[in-house]
């Protein structure tokens, strides 16, 4: 049993970027949507579809987003808060990240967001990951 989807997704994410791949697959939970929903909105990723499996099982695809010289969308994407240590930030400690071209994605009352909207909303919380 898997204990943190989240960066077993970010580790499949990263893994087909390094390999130039087009689409991979990542287990399904809320919370992975959620990440995957904020790398979409941020335009590091081109797609994503849900679909359902056998057994009840989802999985999420997604379409990865390269440029014209073959290089990711994706620099970086790092897990800041894990199952023994959770990272938590205030809505005045989001602000920016790598001078605004990084995405800070977080864990608030309002849902998973990125973190100019969590700014934006006055709202802190788990700090999730960093994207860059």
Known sequence: MMNDLIADALTRIRNASSRKLDVTSLLHSKAVEGVVQVLLQKEYIEAFDVIDGDN??????????????????????????????????????????????????????????????????????EVLCTVW
């Open 56 to 125: 009840n099982k989802k999985t999420i695809k997604i379409v990865l987003k390269y440029d014209e010289n073959e290089k990711s969308a994706i620099n970086e994407l790092k897990r800041v808060s894990k199952p023994g240590r959770r990272v938590y930030k205030s809505a005045k400690e989001v602000k920016n990240f790598k001078s605004g071209y990084g995405t800070i994605v977080i864990s608030t009352n309002k849902g998973i967001v990125p973190n100019d909207k969590a700014y934006e909303n006055n709202t802190g919380g």
